[in-house]
């Protein structure tokens, strides 16, 4: 939950109109199960606590709710969810939105209801009447994804919450792994605090034998033989991607996306940017930055751009429907192969 949120709730500080938003879709939702928990007690929650679903229901519907006094308890607490009006989209058909009703509500919220509006994503739209006066007089959270430095920072804190230590490796692990999606690294992080237990230590060995791998992951180890030249253990790998039902051309996009990440650090390198310079530049991990800057010293900066060239060369093929893609990706290895 947002740091300065939470301090406001602890010290009683409870604001009549929330509106929470941004692209993290799960620290919106944590901040608002947080803020549920604190002013809506389970006992009051009867006949108290709603939930509306904006896109179907009218913003004024929500008003009349808020305007309802509580049914036995102190307070009411009312969330409107996905609120898409306040964005430039039309939104679902079929439903009218009142935003007057809103604004005149800002102006004299009732003192036993608490609103909460959420609303996912970077659209706002803040030449709109209703959304200036919102953001004037709700008390506002912007959530946004988090990436790099600030998703390590995250995951630390949360096991740290959990009485439980991370190795800096085990952590940069477990970001490859998982990468930045907040939802299963937050199922990771129950998963490895529980196996190490309070005051335990997450080592990089642990994180290898709990954390699933992904598709990302293995198609890195797929470039990485392609790279020291090990043919048999890529088309291994290969074959084991069908084997789990994966589609190649979605693999074929890793691999191409792979295989442009080298390029790129690689271009970067020889222009004497460093590799956290490099992750800034290109806006990701340093991470993943640091492994492809381990594979592309195999290759020279004409052999990466005639890689990448064949593999763009190979999805075309099967989007154009001139191969078959099992076949266009196994030929691409063979090429890849010989080309390195």
Not at 59 to 79: D, H
Not at 181 to 200: I, M, P, R, S
Request: charged share 30%; hydrophobic share 45%.
């Amino acid at each position: 939950m947002n740091q300065e949120l939470l301090r406001e709730l602890k010290q009683n500080k409870i604001h009549p109109v929330y509106f929470l938003y941004g692209t993290e879709r799960f620290l919106i939702e944590e901040a608002l199960s947080g803020l549920r928990a604190h002013v809506m007690p389970e006992e009051d929650e009867f006949g108290n606590a709603v939930t509306l679903d904006l896109e179907e229901t009218p913003i004024q519907m929500l008003v009349q709710e808020a305007e309802t006094l509580p049914f036995f308890g102190e307070r009411r607490f009312i969330v409107g969810k996905n609120a898409q009006f306040l964005t430039a989209s039309k939104g679902k058909s079929g439903v009218s939105h009142d935003p007057d009703a809103l604004i005149h509500y800002l102006k004299n919220p009732l003192e036993t209801s608490v609103v909460v509006l959420t609303l996912h994503g970077d659209h706002l739209d803040k030449r709109k009447k209703v959304v200036k006066e919102l953001l004037a007089g709700a008390r506002t959270a912007q959530f946004d994804s988090l990436k790099g430095k600030e998703a390590a920072e995250w995951v630390v804190r949360r096991l740290r919450e959990r009485q439980v230590r991370i190795d800096a490796d085990a952590l940069k692990e477990l970001l490859v792994l998982v990468g930045n999606d907040l939802h299963l690294l937050h199922q990771e992080c129950e998963k490895l605090a529980t196996f190490v237990g309070e005051n335990g230590v997450v080592t990089p060995k642990i994180v290898s034998e709990l954390v699933p791998r992904t598709l990302e992951q293995d198609v890195f180890k797929l470039t990485e033989k392609i790279a020291e030249r090990k043919l048999e253990d890529a088309f291994h790998i290969w074959h084991d991607l069908l084997f789990q039902k994966e589609e190649p051309v979605r693999i074929l996009a890793l691999v191409i996306r792979q295989f442009r990440l080298m390029f790129q650090v690689k271009t970067l390198a020889g222009k004497g940017m460093s590799e956290r310079e490099m992750a800034q530049q290109l806006k990701v991990h340093p991470y993943p930055v640091k492994l492809a800057s381990r594979q592309a010293r195999a290759f020279s900066e004409k052999q990466l751009r005639s890689l990448l060239a064949m593999a763009i060369a190979a999805d075309q093929e099967i989007k154009s429907g001139k191969v078959d893609k099992e076949l266009a990706v196994e030929r691409l290895l063979f090429r890849l192969h010989m080309s390195a």
